[in-house]
């Protein structure tokens, strides 16, 4: 049974985050997909995250940033939170970043 309340307690501050730093939210969508994809697993996130920010898609000069920001927060990240819930925190972290970015206050 899910914990909503971490859930939720720890998508706020995700999302803080997220909009504090500027990151692109269609590219942490695609991260919580990622992680999601391989089954949950820490060690293929770390790996993926040192991978874009080293080395990111050539779409633009700001994705490097982007992708540096996302792992730092990832990294960041203090949650007692695994697999699914964690996954569940970060998307409902990026719904909420999109929010603060329209000015709705949590």
Known sequence: MPDWESISKQAEWVARELVRLEVDLAESEK?????????????????????????PPPRSRRSQRHFRNLREIW????????????????GWAVRLAKALRAGVRL
């Open 31 to 55: 991260l919580v997909d990622h992680y999601l994809f391989k089954g949950c697993s820490e060690e293929a996130m770390a790996r993926y995250l040192e991978t874009l920010a080293h080395n």
């Open 75 to 90: 990294n960041r990240w203090n949650t007692s939170l695994t697999g699914v819930d964690k996954a569940r925190a970060w």
